[in-house]
């Protein structure tokens, strides 16, 4: 697994290629993310790199005393968001190493994660898109589910069955998703087509290499 950077949905926008067609694309802005650990196979058992995103103040509720005393150990500035990525070869990171999107070019294909976005607690209806029952005046089953299963005999519900519950919020990962254009000085990238989550979202980049 090739090293990441974390950024934010900015929204969506429209993007001209070389032949004049209009692409639907992404506007991400991603990092800079900077290396606040690196742990080897001797220390840890494995190798891996964690970055830092977005830099926190001291005062802010996320910061533990445990998180505090990482980044003090190191004399490093706190960030409110950590990702850690497996590599096999730890030649060239150090620490507070700035990441930036020079890790891509364009035409790359990247694997972009996020949250989806949350729509609350929702019915079987509109979460697992049951049908409505009948709406006459003498049915007593409109939009309710109905049934749960047997009754005596299990005398349970088996586990799995759908029924209402909270919809959205969850990890998505989007795979070989084209970088039709990057922005260095901005720290802005285009990517080709949707991502998880709404404007603001944080997401997780990270190369199919």
């Known amino acids: 697994m090739s090293i990441g950077i974390l950024g934010n949905k ?5 993007f001209f290629d070389s032949k004049g067609h209009a692409v639907p694309a992404t506007i991400i802005k991603a990092g800079p993310c900077f290396v606040t650990q690196i742990k080897n196979i001797s220390t840890c058992g494995y190798s891996a790199i964690q970055v830092g995103y977005v830099e926190a103040s001291i005062n802010s509720k996320k910061l533990t005393k445990p998180l505090l005393g990482h980044f003090n150990k190191h004399n490093l500035l706190p960030y409110k968001f950590l990702q850690e990525y497996l590599v096999h070869d730890l030649t060239g990171f150090f620490l507070g190493q700035e990441l930036n999107l020079s890790l891509f070019k364009v035409g790359e294909k990247v694997n972009i994660s996020g949250l989806t976005i949350g729509k609350g607690n929702a019915s079987n209806i509109k979460r697992n898109n049951f049908k ?3 709406m006459s005046h003498g049915s007593k089953h409109h939009r309710l589910q109905g049934s749960l299963g047997a ?11 759908k029924m209402p519950g909270r919809l ?10 084209e970088i039709l254009d ?15 989550g709404k404007a ?10």
Do not use: Y
């Open 10 to 14: 900015l929204g969506m926008a429209q």
């Open 132 to 134: 409505r029952g009948p």
């Open 151 to 161: 009754g005596t005999t299990p005398g349970r519900v088996f586990p799995g069955k």
């Open 168 to 177: 959205g919020f969850e990890k998505r990962t989007l795979k070989n998703l």
């Open 182 to 196: 990057i922005n260095l000085q901005e720290n802005i990238l285009f990517i080709k087509g949707n991502v998880p």
């Open 200 to 209: 603001g979202n944080l997401l997780n980049l990270t190369s199919t290499n």
